[in-house]
Nanobody, 123 residues
C-alpha cells in the first residue's frame, strides 16, 4: 500500500512557474513508476507525464514537453513536477499516481492515487 500526498498547487499568472511535490509513504518507493495526471473542469483525468522508478526515463504529453519537468528523489520518497511557462489551459487539479508495474500513459495502469492539488493559471 502506498499513500500519496500532493502539495505546491496554487495560483499563477500565465508565463509563470509552479512546482508540485508528491510525497509517498512506504519503503519501496523506488520500485514504483510515478505519473502525473490532471483533470480540467468537465474533462477526464489526462496524462501529463511519468517517470520510471530509477528516474532514468521520463515521458510527457505533447502539450507540456519543454515546459514541464518530472523528477524524483527516492531518498525522500518524493516526485516533483516543475511547471514553467504556464498557460491558462494548464488550469486543472493535478494528481500524482504510482504504478507497481511499469511507466504508462493510461490512468488505468496506476494503482495508487493522491487527492490532487489545484493549479489555477490566470491569463
Amino acid at each position: 500500500q502506498v499513500q500519496l500526498a500532493e502539495s505546491g498547487g496554487g495560483a499563477a499568472q500565465a508565463g509563470g512557474s509552479l512546482r508540485l511535490s508528491c510525497a509517498a509513504s512506504g519503503r519501496t518507493f523506488s520500485s514504483y513508476a510515478m505519473g502525473w495526471f490532471r483533470r480540467a473542469p468537465g474533462q477526464e483525468r489526462d496524462f501529463v507525464g511519468a517517470i520510471s522508478g530509477s528516474g532514468g526515463s521520463t515521458y510527457y504529453e505533447d502539450s507540456v514537453k519543454g515546459r514541464f519537468t518530472i523528477s524524483r528523489d527516492n531518498a525522500k520518497n518524493t516526485v516533483y513536477l516543475e511547471m514553467n511557462s504556464l498557460r491558462f489551459e494548464d488550469t486543472a487539479v493535478y494528481f500524482c499516481a504510482a504504478s507497481r508495474t511499469f511507466v504508462a500513459r493510461s490512468r488505468f495502469q496506476y494503482d495508487f492515487w493522491g487527492q490532487g492539488t489545484q493549479v489555477t493559471v490566470s491569463s
